[in-house]
């Protein structure tokens, strides 16, 4: 019987390691779709609605019955996606960097292949988290004219309490995270009754820390990434858009509410174990992460669209 890829596939376990603890610091789409691990390739989404928050009669007499609740349920069909790129280090390069203590080429190598992983993953959770088709009318609002936090007559603040409602009075919870693209960013940190609410204490920009507590939110993150098409045109990958959303700090798998996860095949990102081609004269450094994102919690998410 012939043997399977995961049979055959040698993982080198130290740079696996490394690549398991990989996070790009500008690469933010991991707080609205936290990593949570799958065994297989295909299923179905665990997803919640109102019932994951709803209040239970949980009393009983004695003798009566217990009543029972289920928690989430299957929606659509997710199948994971993999990524590969092979990282490549001349051979000159390693007898250079061998006069040079300190220089790990090998783990250098892998680090870059990831960062290239994620930000098409980065990609991929901005496209999923912005498309406004995803949301209903309740969920989701288009800025313009004056009403955009670019213009001194805006509200941000009430644009983002109505966002916070929204949520709250659909899934009984109120968000705790603001990712904000940044073009929302610039624009809110400079509007001006944002500033005067931090003029009498701090002579320091405003940063998203301070927005989280002034907003009542455990994150507020900025979405920076850009990147470049095959022609060298750039994507500014969150676009112009603010987005609200709960999703827990430190989940504990699938199965806790959340607007969004990305489910990864357990035990990636790997690095196979590196080899050696004679026509490149270079190492080469094989790096695979199979992942998707999926939104699990629509509910509770709300997007802003157009902010400045």
Known sequence: MPMSSSQVRVIDPVLTEIAQGYRHVEHVGHTLFPKVPVSVSGGQILEFGKESFKLYQSRRAPGSATKRIRFGYLGKSFALVQDALEGQVPREYLRDAAQIPGIDLGGRSVNSTLRALSLTL????????TNAANYDSDHKVTLSGTDQWSDG???????????????????????????????????????QSIIDRFKYTSRESVTPEMLASLLDLEQVVVGKAVAFDDDGNDIDIWGNNAILAYVPTAPSGMEDPSFGYTYTMDGYPLVEKPYYENNAKSWIFPVSYERVPVLTGILSGYLIQNPA
């Open 122 to 129: 980065e990609y991929d959770q901005a496209q999923l988290a």
């Open 153 to 191: 007559a805006s509200d941000p603040t009430q644009d983002i309490n109505t966002g916070k409602e929204a949520i709250r009075t659909s899934v009984g919870i109120y968000p705790n995270t603001l990712l904000l693209s940044a073009q929302g960013f610039n624009a809110l940190k400079n509007h």
